[in-house]
């Protein structure tokens, strides 16, 4: 989707406040329902078809499944999920499975070829078809009730702020709220417009600046190696990040002027001492997704019963734990591979993860011996530093083949960054090569400082809007004004600048 469209939104959130607040408080969940169902409209035209048959076949598995015996629910609800993922699947996948295998049949000389279809995908197919499956399986399970009127999960599911990007709710955490309609509050105009300006500024003013940097270093890898491939992983790494989190702001902050709370996606993630705990804090809807409908789900499973009772007898408790831990977690990184697009470079990523955190489990007894044969105190301030520091390693490296076009691309680059490391390139005016000049990146630099200090604040548990909020009038008021015009005046828009799709409306 492109950057453009993409301010359709910015657009239509007045419009649709006041259209919401003007309507009588019975009626305001369907008058939600409409402005979503225009914005998708705009947006995907008639795709809009693939957003009325998930949620039909959501609405239908969630009122069949309530009502029928144990063995009738549980086929319904594998229908139910085999006809959304069959969707996606179709959509998203047959052009790269088509390819993948025609090209095994060319390895052997067999003459068959499979046709090779590309579809339009619709936007935020991966994002709403997650949440109607949860919604299936949290109603399969009794933990909530099957919704009577279509119209209510219609708008669960297709609620505008969250349609592009996600996060991706459960149905527990917006449907009750959203059916309210209660008033527009002053208060949630505020936070939620503050809140809004924040993203914006790590999109516009940071985001789309490192956008340029990255498009050179990964359009031209060939020509990089050493410390430029290091420039190259850490842009991405910070652009991606900077985009996806600013527009989780924007989301939130939109749904919170309507006092709808949605899940956090993003809680400080470079601060993580282990691969795991970033994947507590990065994408955070998706990775409670994947834990609570297949990590859970495959470690109560009978294969799994099975090697525990096997292990029990004949093996250790550690190789229990790994090997039992490895069969959940292997669905579960697969997935989110795939997840991200049908392309080796994701499903690299996904086995990537899935083999350091397994790594940091199996040496994870043997770092507690060891600092307590040191006794080094696990909080020791220069113990943390060089735990977050290893993390950030394995970002970097995860991101690097995340971003290249092909898993060729990516191992090329990985093995040209271990080439000519010559540190001095990033102050002997290379950097300036790459499509930034000295004003540009001082103003990203700047920035990110600013985001630094203030996510240092949110992992204090210190509400930067509510401290602004407390401030006198004019100290709040200045606030709201440079937040306005940094992002007016340092934007990344405009003559001189390239339009900038949003990177994960396209997963």
């Known amino acids: 989707m492109a950057y453009h469209e993409s301010m359709y939104f910015l ?6 406040l006041i259209g919401y607040q003007l309507a009588p408080k019975r009626v305001r969940f369907g008058v939600l329902l409409f402005f979503s169902y225009c914005f998708y409209f705009l947006l995907s035209h008639r795709l809009i078809v693939y957003l009325l048959g998930a949620t039909t076949i959501t609405y239908l598995t969630g009122r069949l499944v309530a009502t029928g015996e144990k063995k009738r629910r549980k086929t319904i609800l594998i229908v139910g999920v085999w006809l959304l993922l069959g969707m996606l699947l179709v959509m998203k996948y047959s052009g790269f499975f088509a390819e993948n295998v025609n090209a095994l049949f060319g390895t052997i000389n067999l003459g068959l070829r499979l046709p090779v279809r590309r579809f339009l995908l619709p936007l935020g197919i991966s994002f709403y078809t997650l949440s109607a499956i949860g919604y299936m399986a949290d109603v399969y399970w009794k933990k909530i009730e099957p919704e009577k009127n279509i119209a209510k999960l219609a708008l669960f599911l297709s609620f505008f702020p969250i ?43 940071i985001a789309d600046r ?7 270093l990964f359009d031209g890898y060939a020509s990089y190696h050493g410390v430029m491939i290091v420039v190259a992983a850490v842009s991405y790494t910070v652009q991606l ?3 996806f989190s600013g527009c989780m702001d924007i989301v939130i902050g939109s749904a919170e002027c309507f006092g709808v709370t949605l899940p956090e996606n993003f809680a400080q993630p470079f601060v993580s001492k282990n691969a795991s705990e970033f994947w507590r804090r990065w994408h955070i809807s998706l990775g409670r997704w994947f834990k609570t409908y297949i990590f859970y789900p495959v470690s109560m499973s009978k294969l799994t019963r099975k090697w525990n009772r096997f292990a029990k007898k004949h ?3 550690y190789i229990k734990l790994m090997v039992a831990s490895a069969i959940a977690l292997f669905p579960v990184w697969v997935c989110n591979g795939l997840w991200h697009g049908a392309n080796w470079s994701y499903l690299f990523y996904g ?4 083999v350091v955190i397994m790594i940091e489990l199996m ?7 060891l600092c307590a044969a040191w006794k080094i105190a696990e909080d020791a301030a220069w113990w943390n530093v060089l735990r977050i520091l290893k993390t950030w390693v394995i970002i970097f490296t995860g991101e690097l083949f995340f971003r290249a076009d092909t898993l060729g691309i990516g191992m090329h680059m990985f093995r040209s960054l271990f080439h000519d490391f010559s540190i001095q390139k990033l102050w002997d005016g290379t950097l300036l090569t790459l499509g930034l000049g000295r004003v540009e990146i001082g103003i990203i630099l700047v920035s990110l400082l600013i985001v630094g200090v203030v996510n240092h604040f ?5 509400d930067v809007r509510g401290v602004i909020l407390q401030k006198r009038l004019p100290v709040r008021w200045l606030v709201y004004l440079a937040l306005i015009f940094v992002v007016l005046i340092f934007g990344a828009y405009g003559p001189g600048y390239q339009e900038v799709d949003l990177i994960y409306a396209g997963f």
């Open 11 to 16: 657009v239509f959130l007045p419009v649709v």
């Open 163 to 205: 349609i592009m990007e996600g996060p991706i709710c459960m149905y527990s955490d917006t449907a009750e709220t959203l059916a309210k309609g209660e008033d527009i509050r002053s208060e949630n105009l505020i936070r939620g417009y503050m809140r809004i300006g924040w993203g914006l500024l790590k999109k516009v003013v």
């Open 210 to 216: 490192l956008y340029v940097v990255v498009q050179t």
């Open 241 to 243: 990040y900077m985009e």
């Open 315 to 317: 093996t250790s408790k």
């Open 351 to 354: 086995m990537y993860y899935f």
């Open 363 to 369: 040496l994870e007894p043997a770092v507690k011996k």
């Open 458 to 462: 949110r992992e204090q548990q210190i």
